[in-house]
């Protein structure tokens, strides 16, 4: 079955640091997201993103956040200087399009470690 | 603020039994529901959708659904050690969901023993 995969696994930073987490969705899935889940906290949306465009997002994702399909397969989020609460696991999903019931599908995450 | 509202547990049942998990929201135009199972350390896994009144059954899962109460249910029967986990309710505000925020519960962790 296809899935969505995430890289990497697990990601150490110092604060004010930048990182990108990748992601591959589904080959053809159309829209595509990121969420994520402080931990023992909920997961909480941060962006959707669907033909090149954001197309919404939370009060979470300002500024220190962007999204990016570089290519034909990859969609990512760049958080610039990371900060200490920026630690959490970092859920990409991806769903395939706008007829009918389309759930999404969650990859395993990346758990990012901000120090 | 949209509000998706569990009670976090544990709920703690016997093996063969029947867990209920129960879920509020505060949103009244929603109109897709999900409920997804998280193991710890993971990430969520689709169990049921529901978008009409009633009940959806799949399975040992039954997901019931009250709009008029703001109100959606997990019946999991027969309940198995495997199904421990923590169960998430989402909600979204369209029926078809696509590109917008999914807004997730905090979600009731379900213990099954043996």
């Known amino acids: 079955e296809p899935e969505v995969t995430q890289t990497p696994s697990h990601q150490v930073t110092q604060m004010g640091q930048e990182v990108i987490l990748r992601c591959v969705p589904i080959?053809?899935?159309?829209?595509f997201y990121w969420y994520r889940q402080i931990l023992g906290q909920k997961v909480e949306f941060l962006v959707s993103f669907y033909n090149n465009e954001i197309s919404e997002k939370s009060e979470i994702f300002d500024d220190q956040f962007s999204v990016e399909r570089p290519d034909g397969s990859n969609f990512t989020l760049k958080i610039r200087s990371t900060k200490l609460e920026d630690s959490a696991m970092y859920f990409c999903?991806?769903?395939?399009?706008?007829?009918?019931?389309?759930?999404?599908?969650f990859g395993n995450g990346t758990r990012l470690t901000v120090t | 603020q949209k509000e998706v509202e569990q009670n976090s547990g544990p709920l703690s049942v016997p093996e063969g039994a029947i867990a209920s998990l129960n879920c509020t929201y505060s949103?009244?135009?929603?109109?897709?529901f999900f409920w997804y199972r998280q193991y710890s350390g993971k990430s969520p896994e689709l169990i049921m959708s529901i978008y009409s009144n009633g009940d959806k059954e799949d399975g040992r899962f039954t997901a019931q659904l009250n709009k008029a109460s703001q109100y959606v249910s997990l019946l999991i029967r027969d309940s198995q050690p495997s199904d421990s986990a923590t169960y998430l309710c989402?909600?979204?505000?369209?029926?078809?969901?696509?590109?917008?925020?999914?807004?997730f519960g905090k979600g009731t962790t379900l213990s099954v023993s043996s």
């Open positions: 999903a991806s769903s395939y399009g706008d007829r009918g019931h389309s759930p999404l599908h």
């Open positions: 989402a909600v979204n505000r369209l029926a078809n969901q696509a590109g917008t925020a999914l807004i």
């Open positions: 949103d009244r135009v929603s109109q897709s």
């Open positions: 080959s053809n899935h159309l829209y």
